[in-house]
Antibody, heavy 115, light 108 residues
Framework: QVQLQESGPGLVRPSETLSLTCSLSGGSVSFYYWSWVRQPAGKGLEWIGQIYARGSTKYNPSLKSRVTMSVDESKNQFYLRLTSVTAADTAVYYC?????????WGQGTPVTVSS | EIVLTQSPGTLSLSPGERATLSCRASQSVSSSNLAWYQQKPGQAPRLLIHDTSSRASGIPQRFRGSGSGTDFTLTISRLEPEDFAVYYCQQSGSSANTFGGGTKVEIK
């Protein structure tokens, strides 16, 4: 069963770019869909977007102008870039397997946007 | 974008009781595109139900999903101590996936 692990800086300054990595073990990033979901402290879940290993993407319309997702099959990883961050982007960020529903999740990585 | 509204916000019940959680969509959702998750403090969400009524691997039979169109329900037949948590519904639409605001099931 695939396991996912997020990694990246826990602190990002306002207006800068948030970059996160999701590393897979026990499965291949190829031939499947992968997603990012975030959750501000004490609040609900927000879908950020999805990517297929061969490169097709779909993003949340509310974030679309700032989001880029990519995959590196050689490293068995996929990535999230979120530009021009503000305090509103402070949240726990999860990577997940799936697109219609999310059958496996990483443990989450907290990201704080602050100067 | 389809908005999902969950009710009640909080459900106070005792172990052994039946829990009924509601998820209402702002427009019709395909039955194959509705899922439920359980989240405990400090943990990632866990998939319980997909395709409205199909239990995910390892999920006990006391969890049952039902519904169609704009009204969906998660029923926990007899609450076990480990079932006290927050539950989210989620739909997959053509433009975006969205989650409901969650229902917290707490011990009465």
């Amino acid at each position: 069963q695939v396991q996912l692990q997020e990694s990246g800086p826990g602190l990002v300054r306002p207006s800068e770019t948030l970059s996160l990595t999701c590393s897979l073990s026990g499965g291949s990033v190829s031939f499947y869909y992968w997603s990012w979901v975030r959750q501000p402290a004490g609040k609900g879940l927000e879908w950020i977007g999805q990517i297929y290993a061969r490169g097709s993407t779909k993003y949340n319309p509310s974030l679309k102008s700032r989001v880029t997702m990519s995959v590196d099959e050689s490293k068995n990883q996929f990535y999230l870039r979120l530009t021009s961050v503000t305090a509103a982007d402070t949240a726990v960020y999860y990577c997940a397997k799936g697109v219609i529903y999310f059958e496996a999740w990483g443990q989450g990585t907290p990201v704080t946007v602050s100067s | 974008e389809i908005v999902l509204t969950q009710s009640p916000g909080t459900l106070s019940l005792s172990p052994g009781e039946r829990a009924t959680l509601s998820c209402r969509a702002s427009q019709s959702v395909s039955s194959s595109n509705l899922a439920w998750y359980q989240q405990k403090p400090g943990q990632a969400p866990r998939l319980l139900i997909h395709d409205t009524s199909s239990r995910a691997s390892g999920i006990p039979q006391r969890f049952r999903g039902s519904g169609s169109g704009t009204d969906f329900t998660l029923t926990i037949s007899r609450l076990e101590p480990e079932d006290f948590a927050v539950y989210y519904c989620q739909q997959s639409g053509s433009s975006a996936n969205t989650f409901g605001g969650g229902t917290k099931v707490e011990i009465k």
